[in-house]
């Protein structure tokens, strides 16, 4: 850690390390007070404050001395603990004092972090900004922070991101850790917010942990509930766990399902509690949504079925089911055991679903605590730094965006909500697609917590990413970091947090940070006033310069919302118990549970979000809510098991879990610092006495364990775990990448350590990568400019799709249908599209546009979706052609709907205003479309329709293709093909033209230019090159020249130049005798007249296109083939081979030396068969002998040169005729005999 450990305190009144909870008061009801304390001096002064090394939130007080804190004394008037610390809170405020704090800024010059002065650090951090800001807009800079700050810091960076740099990019570790904790809770009752209290726990008959150690997590919590557990009338405990942990060790039941199937063993739960009537259904009819369908789901869950899942026993399962659905009262708490496990959400849902069905929700000892793992998560949370928007406000809500908009005083297009926050390995994917430059990090130590972390050093020591860090030590991130900046602690600043039951308590500054370090609000607030951010009336949009006024501007955006503030101050929160919010006038001493009056967050415009599709994780619209109609009632969400996309196998066959150590926190920055990392200094794995005897280790033994991922090598403890599972704690940096939601768990194997090993990318690999590194050249001008916005693309192919959306209207589809209907329809659809193309083509102007890239997606979608203007005017074609209309207009709205967040991210309400009018009437398009498909399709595809001419064509195409044999095939050159059969379709490899060519000598301009030309005003363009037939076009970049803009000479056939300007493109051709040269102006052609677009263009694929059927099986090849065949480059066709014939004459009067008659037949049928297109040969003339006629025909036969074999004579009924006796003779089958000629006359 780069410090010497802390020593034992000089006073404690108790060793909380060899006793973690403390000795038993046991209770009901009244949790009795008890003063923890630990001192290294008798302090001169007590300060107020909380704990900020778990989620619990305890009160404590600090110790001051000399200006040093030297203890802590747990507050016995708070309501949280009673005076109670578990081992973090008593030793873990002594690292503050180590002598190892960041007390500079640092700047790395020459590879190297260097000291300098805040100004000259902030100064360049806002240097970096504005330049990222000016070249790659606002959406380069990210900021990743942590659950570890104040509320009124959260809340300041909060307004930096979303009011003074209107971006999205903004997410901490705390979503990472438990997002599933506030997206349950907004799932089931429509905001986050937290129903239950600490003091349910005095009340409760019942409590159900799932995946929460709470006896490792959260110390003095469990300390309460093991008192509740010693003294009269203890609750029920039910713990669900694959582990035998001290929690587990005290459980009623102990349920240990197999690693991944918690959401399988909550719905068999929930069909115990329908089968045996568990269930209020007064409250569950007057108070949730849902219930039907969740019962639909549960009804496959049988015990027997649960147990096939996940191995708990069906005795068990029972009677956990029977304990829950009897309880008068109930507690339920999860944490990571669900939220980082297979189908969290929905798994944490099913929990909430339980005290729903029972009623057991907003009464004492009854309630959800979703746990946090964070200190102030919850604020991270509440102010919008994370996954959610200040004060739990809905993105998709309008009137929320505007609330926000008002109090910030920015204009709503500038609140950033055309998304949710973007998530940390979204903000990782950005980074390595250079479109993310700056990454400003706080209070947290991504290089060893986040997953994946061979990804992470590479990613975050990328030679042009600008780093900047804000840490209280030199963690392993700060290492790494253009600038360090020091940050004060918790004791050295003055700030709110609130804990996992909505406590909120105020820490007093108690003593000043070391050196210059400063508090992470004095940071940002310096940061905000550096960069000159206003609101819209010129005011400073962060005028704040104390705490307590923060905290006052964060009161006003609260107000009405689920975390109401209104009702504390600093001075209400002074002096005693911290107070649970909602706090306002009508709650004025805060609020203990929520929904006691049964009424939920759920109603549609008070709401955080309209939830999702918990299978699929797709977001529902305020539509899809509506049919729910929650309207102030709990939704139940239900979903099916699925198993965890990676399972163990021979190769991997182990799963791993992580955990929490009760003795450290997170990746022991603090903790790591004092004398708990003496008691437990290094990692460990725990695994089954049967796992260790089947791989052959021992208790203690070194291992390597090694994911698909990563590996590691640590300890292994023998025992506490069931086989085929195994437990570490991510509070160290073990190399293993940490699974999030939808993460998959890890698949592990073993091997014994007998050496040290290299097992993970080491912290040096990272350092070395930065060592070259300077900060000040970070973010190159050529990383700056070399760039091209992928938005001219997007704006092209939607434009061009427009345009030829107007073509189709007026030429394609009336061409295809013939109806009187569809006429009438089609002329308010083209007047809809004209509308929608007037609109849209001033914002492809504004924001550039490739129209040619556009123009040929176009024209694909159109050859692709449409029938042949030749074809049938059936009502099956009428269908086809109407089909391919919806499947383009779809593309449209694809198009429109990348647009939509586009035109927001970019603040301009004029584009979001025509995107969404464009959106709107592609709507009605659509409906329009649809219903005509409704309509029709029904009796067209249903009624067996009559043969037409297409019908026979399609026939006898598909005859051709049969006659051609599959074998008797060979290719030849195209020249040698005339007259012979095609085998096989031959399709065009690529289009003719394979490119955009020019149909006439002239020049290339864009088209656009010209619009307004005439005679008196003509149009010039400065002729920037030449292109010929069959050279490569030169590239016009930069933009217009002279006050001209550009236009390239260009000959017949030759291809069109490319044009890289913003809304410039050359999509015509002006020929020569329209254009003349300026005799004052050299190189500098003028037009008199507009251009039409694309005039004297031929497209790409304009005569063929690529998969074109150029010459169809079962075709006589003819000398017109052979010109379309060359000009897409096929040089050979594949052709049936010619048949082979044998022709035979027979007659003893034609025979040599006997003849007495010449023979015509032989050479007439031998040339006939020649001219067919066979290969003829006359093989002889034979007499009429049965014995010679047989032999000879049984030898030809026999050699298999011929595929015919032609004979004249001998098969009529004579004396002499031979032949049919000859050939049966041979075995040969005789199909038919003699024709049936009528009489002539």
């Not at 937290?194 to 009340?203: F, K, W």
């Not at 029920?236 to 694959?242: F, G, Q, T």
């Not at 009702?567 to 009508?586: F, H, R």
């Amino acid at each position: 850690m780069g410090s010497q450990l802390c020593g034992a305190p000089a006073f404690q009144t108790r060793d909380s390390i060899e006793d973690i909870w403390g000795p038993r008061t046991p209770y009901k009801h009244e949790w009795p007070p008890r003063e923890d304390r630990a001192c290294n001096e008798e302090p001169e002064k007590w300060v107020q404050s909380a704990c900020v090394l778990c989620s619990n939130g305890c009160g404590l007080d600090i110790g001051v001395k000399d200006g040093k804190v030297v203890g802590v004394r747990g507050r016995v008037t708070d309501r949280v603990n009673k005076g109670r610390l578990g081992p973090k809170g008593l030793h873990g405020w002594d690292s503050m004092n180590q002598s190892d704090r960041l007390t500079k800024p640092l700047i790395r010059k020459n590879g190297k972090l260097e000291p300098a002065s805040w100004d000259e650090a902030m100064g360049l951090i806002v240097e970096k900004s504005r330049k990222l800001a000016k070249y790659l807009t606002n959406h380069s800079i990210a900021f990743y922070t942590s659950g570890q700050l104040f509320l009124e810091e959260y809340y300041a960076l909060a307004v930096i991101g979303k009011a003074g740099l209107h971006t999205l990019h903004m997410d901490g570790n705390t979503r990472l850790c438990t997002a599933t904790a506030a997206a349950s809770m907004r799932e089931s009752f429509g905001s986050d917010g937290q129903p239950g209290s600490y003091g349910d726990i005095d009340y409760t008959d019942c409590i159900f942990l799932v995946g929460h150690n709470m006896a490792a997590t959260q110390t003095v919590l469990w300390a309460r509930v093991l008192d509740r557990l010693h003294g009269p009338d203890p609750p029920k405990l039910i713990v669900v766990d694959p582990r035998n942990s001290a929690t587990a060790q005290k459980a009623t039941v102990h349920l240990a399902p197999k690693i991944g199937t918690n959401l399988a063993l909550l719905n068999g739960i929930q069909h115990l509690l329908f089968e045996n009537g568990w269930i209020n259904e007064d409250y569950v009819s007057k108070h949730t949504v849902g219930v039907e369908e969740l019962r639909g789901t549960a009804q496959k869950y049988t015990p027997e079925y649960v147990e096939e899942i996940t191995g708990v026993p069906v005795e068990q399962l029972k009677e956990a089911a029977r304990i829950l659905g009897t309880t008068k009262s109930l507690l339920s708490t999860a944490l990571q055991g669900v939220y980082q496990s297979n189908q969290a959400t929905a798994s944490a849902c099913q929990i909430n679903n339980i005290s729903l069905l029972r009623g057991l929700i907003g009464k004492p000892g009854s309630g959800i605590l979703q746990m946090n793992g964070q200190p102030t998560a919850q604020n991270n949370r509440e102010a919008g730094c994370d996954g959610e928007f200040p004060g739990f406000r809905n993105h998709l809500n309008p009137d929320h965006m505007n609330e926000l908009a008002r109090m910030w005083n920015i204009a709503p297009i500038r609140v950033p909500h055309w998304n949710e926050p973007t998530h940390v390995e979204n903000l990782l994917k950005y980074i390595a697609d250079g479109s993310i430059r700056m990454l400003w990090i706080s209070a947290t130590n991504p290089l060893v917590s986040l997953p994946t972390l061979a990804r992470v050093r590479e990613l975050l020591t990328q030679p042009e990413l600008f780093v900047v860090c804000q840490d209280i030590y030199m963690t392993e991130t700060a290492a790494v970091a253009d600038v360090v900046l020091p940050a004060a602690q918790w004791a050295e600043k003055t700030g709110c947090f609130t804990n996992v039951d909505r406590t909120v308590h105020l820490s007093h500054k108690a003593v000043d940070p070391p050196g210059e370090a400063k508090s992470d609000l004095a940071i940002f607030l310096d940061y905000g006033r550096r960069m000159g951010f206003r609101d819209r009336d010129g005011n400073d949009l962060l005028p704040w310069a104390t705490p307590e006024e923060v905290f006052e501007a964060w009161k006003k955006l609260s107000a009405g919302r689920p975390c109401d503030y209104t009702g504390l101050t600093y001075e209400k929160l002074t002096g005693g118990s911290g107070i649970q919010w909602p706090c306002n006038e009508a709650n004025p001493q805060g609020t203990e549970r929520l929904f006691a009056d049964g009424h939920f967050f759920t109603d549609i415009d008070y709401c955080e979000s309209f939830g999702h599709d918990l299978e699929t994780g797709a977001p529902f619209s305020k539509e899809d809510y509506k049919k729910f109609n929650p309207a102030g009632r709990a939704i139940l969400k239900s979903c099916h098991y699925n198993p965890p996309i990676e399972a163990t196998d021979e190769e991997y066959p182990l799963m791993l879990s992580t955990g929490r150590k009760a003795l450290h926190f997170h990746t022991r920055t603090k903790t790591g610092r004092t004398l708990l990392q003496k008691s437990c200094p290094e990692p460990a794995i725990r695994i089954s006495k049967e796992d260790a005897a089947r791989f052959g280790v021992e208790d203690n033994e070194m291992v390597i364990v090694r994911s698909k991922r990563g590996a590691v090598e640590m300890k292994a403890l023998v025992g506490g775990v069931s086989p085929g599972r195994r437990l570490c704690p991510f509070t160290s940096d073990t190399g293993i990448p940490k699974t999030a939601e939808r993460k998959r768990p890890m698949n592990l194997r073993w091997a014994r350590a007998q050496q040290q090993v290299q097992v993970r990318e080491q912290q040096s690999q990272a350092v070395a990568q930065v060592s070259s590194k300077d900060a000040a050249r970070t973010i190159s001008d050529n990383d700056l400019t070399n760039r091209r916005r992928r938005l001219v693309t997007w704006m092209g192919n939607t434009h061009e799709t427009m345009v030829q959306l107007i073509d189709i209207y007026e030429h394609l589809i009336p061409k295809l249908i013939d109806d009187y209907e569809v006429e009438a329809g089609l002329q308010v659809l083209l007047r809809i599209a004209r509308g929608m193309e007037s609109k849209f083509k001033p914002q492809a102007d504004k924001f550039g546009e490739d129209a040619a890239e556009g123009l040929h997606r176009a024209e694909v979608l159109k050859e692709s979706l449409f029938p042949r203007e030749d074809s049938r005017h059936t009502e099956y074609e009428v269908l086809d052609a109407l089909q391919g209309l919806e499947m383009y207009l779809g593309y449209i709205a694809s198009c429109l709907n990348a647009l939509q967040p586009v035109s927001q991210a970019v603040w301009d309400e004029e584009f979001c205003a025509v995107v969404s009018d464009n959106m709107r009437d592609l709507r009605r398009m659509q409906a329009w479309v649809r219903k005509q498909i409704k309509v029709r399709a029904p009796q067209t595809l249903l009624v067996p329709a009559l043969p037409g001419g297409d019908y026979i064509r399609d026939i006898a195409r598909e005859q051709r293709r049969r006659k051609s044999p599959t074998n008797g095939q060979e290719r030849v050159p195209i020249t040698e093909g005339v007259g012979r059969i095609a085998a096989c379709d031959h399709a065009s490899p690529l289009s003719t033209p394979e490119f955009d060519s020019s149909a006439m000598d002239g020049f290339a301009i864009p088209s656009a230019r010209t619009l307004y030309a005439s005679p008196e005003t003509p149009a010039s363009f400065r002729v920037r090159g030449i292109v010929a037939a069959g050279e490569e076009p030169p590239t016009i970049r930069g933009c217009i020249t002279d006050d001209f803009p550009p236009a390239v000479e260009i000959m017949t056939g030759a291809k069109f130049p490319a044009h890289e300007a913003p809304g410039e493109s050359f999509d015509a051709c002006v020929k020569y005798e329209d254009t003349w040269y300026c005799p004052e102006r050299k190189g500098v052609i003028s037009v008199s007249k507009p251009v039409p677009r694309n005039a004297n263009r031929r497209f790409a694929g304009e005569d063929i296109a690529r998969g074109d059927v150029v010459l169809e099986a079962g075709q006589a090849i003819e000398t017109t083939h052979v010109m379309p065949l060359a000009s897409v480059a096929v040089d050979s066709v594949l052709v049936v081979k010619r048949p082979s014939v044998g022709v035979l004459s027979t007659g003893k009067e034609l025979v040599s030396g006997q003849a007495t008659v010449r023979d015509v037949n032989g050479p007439f049928l031998t040339a006939a068969c020649q001219e067919a297109g066979a290969s003829a040969s006359f093989l002889d003339t034979l007499t009429d002998d049965p014995e010679i006629l047989t032999n000879e025909l049984a030898e030809i036969t026999r050699r298999c040169e011929y595929d015919v074999l032609v004979s004249s004579g001998a098969v009529s009924a004579g004396k002499y005729d031979f032949v049919r006796t000859a050939l049966a003779a041979i075995g040969a089958e005789v199909v038919f005999h003699g024709l049936a000629i009528p009489k002539s006359g």
